[in-house]
């Protein structure tokens, strides 16, 4: 019970410490490494809610098949989880390479520098 | 029970921790390197949750891979940076 | 000034609320619901996976992986897309990295064969044990990043990259609609005999189609880490 509502908790903070690290920094960079954490606290939430207490992996090697629905925790969270790490990669990959050419076509990653959407 | 609820409060103190470094310290590199951490830590409480796969997937990819993903990106933007053309260098000061 | 510090402050705490109602009205399950139950009594007798997680991935929600791969290849791509035009400038090739000591050369060469096979374990026994294509993927793609790191310099040849790639997506797709001619439906694992539960040559395709995926998902990760690296010399 208490262990769920930890690692909510924790998920919760590291979704609003990302957020705001994205919107209070100048450097691109920095923005791209906060965003990183606010996908980390999105983890942590989604499998926090598919735990259930004093429950074991979905893993079928030692627990007998017939009381496995008694026995392990939800396994459709964590299958989602892992799908969403793998393409939090992917995104932050696409992020650096579009910073990088930023760089490249301004010499500056000060988010200050880019007005052509300021109004 | 009480002992991995003990530990995963220590280790959420510890990714908090890790967190607020990545986003007050003054030195991108540092920064990078806390967040590795976040989810390294991350991982460990995901291994509590009883959720293995994830926590293998953390710890390759999450802390493994982009870590190394930005140093490669900030030593470009170093090179970049150190050309004679007069551009000012945020990436990595 | 002030402005510009409060509107995200106000921004957070408005997210914070809402957070905050969902956690305090949260209660968690007790049981498992109809969804997880279900896969969790029909896993064993349908697939003969040992690893529900894996079952879920490869099987039941075989599609979803099929397109995850190809947003990870399309990622791949539009990275190297958009990095292909940047070249870095003459006379300065390789990564910022300096180059690397005796140490880490003889290293690698030692470890890269076992982190190699360290990958084809872990996505081999996906089935079995906590792990599987994804996993495995990217411990492949860490030794590759370990070559990478001993010797800057070194050029890994995109053809072998993109054809492993594309073959193991091709054999992929085919699978999937043999499950549909042989068995139930696309990405049926039953086109194989399930074999004794627990052993390596069970659970149907699953073994096979993970370990196209794991070829796939570090060919593509070893294709971004590259192309994020290399500053091929101009022309």
């Known amino acids: 019970m208490i262990l769920i509502q930890i690692a909510m908790l924790l998920g919760f903070a590291l979704i609003l410490l990302g957020l705001y690290g994205a919107l209070t920094n100048r450097d691109i960079i920095r923005m791209i490494v906060s965003f990183t954490i606010a996908d980390t606290g999105v983890n942590v939430v989604l499998v926090s809610v598919g735990y259930l207490t004093g429950r074991e992996a979905p893993i079928l090697d030692t627990i007998p098949v017939a009381d496995a629905a008694a026995r392990i925790t939800d396994p459709v969270p964590q299958a989602l989880v892992l799908t969403a790490i793998v393409i939090g990669l992917g995104v932050t990959a696409l992020m650096l390479a579009y910073a990088y050419r930023l760089f490249r076509a301004r010499g500056s990653l000060d988010i200050s520098d880019y007005t052509e959407l300021k109004w | 029970m009480t002992f991995l609820t003990l530990m995963a409060a220590v280790l959420a103190l510890a990714t908090l921790g890790a967190a607020l470094i990545a986003l007050l310290t003054r030195s991108t590199v540092v920064a990078v390197l806390a967040a590795g951490l976040v989810s390294l830590f991350a991982s460990v409480l995901f291994l509590i949750l009883a959720a293995p796969d994830v926590a293998m997937t953390e710890a390759a990819i999450g802390s493994g891979l982009t870590t190394f993903l930005f140093f490669f990106v900030l030593g470009r933007l170093r090179r970049e940076g150190a050309k004679p053309q007069g551009t000012k260098m945020e990436g990595s000061k | 000034m002030t402005t510009r510090t409060a509107i995200p402050l106000v921004l957070l705490a408005l997210l914070g609320t809402a957070f905050f109602t969902l956690f305090a009205g949260y209660v968690p399950d007790a049981e498992l619901n109809r969804t997880a139950a279900y896969y969790a009594n029909q896993t064993v007798a349908e697939t003969g996976a040992q690893n529900v997680v894996t079952a879920i991935i490869v099987t039941y929600r075989g599609l979803d992986t099929l397109g995850e791969v190809t ?67 990217a411990i492949v793609a860490s030794g590759l990043l370990l070559m990478l790191l001993a010797d800057p310099a070194e050029r890994f040849s995109h053809g072998l990259i993109s054809r492993i790639e594309s073959s193991a997506g091709l054999t992929y797709v085919i699978l999937g609609l043999l499950g549909m001619i042989l068995a139930g439906g696309f990405l049926d694992n039953r086109i194989l005999p399930l074999g004794t539960f627990g052993s390596i040559l069970s659970a149907g395709a699953i073994p096979l189609i993970y370990i196209l995926i794991g070829l796939k998902v570090g060919a593509e990760f070893s294709s971004i880490l590259t192309s994020l690296e290399e500053t091929e010399d101009a022309e």
């Open chain 3, 71 to 137: 947003v990870l290849f399309l990622t791949a791509a539009i990275v190297g897309l958009v990095l292909a035009h940047s070249k870095a400038p003459k006379g300065r090739s390789g990564s910022g990295f300096l180059p690397s000591g005796e140490l880490l050369t003889t290293g690698t060469r030692m470890l890269v064969p076992v982190i190699l096979l360290f990958g084809a374990y872990v996505f081999v026994n996906g089935h079995l044990t906590p792990g599987g294509g994804f996993q495995g993927g």
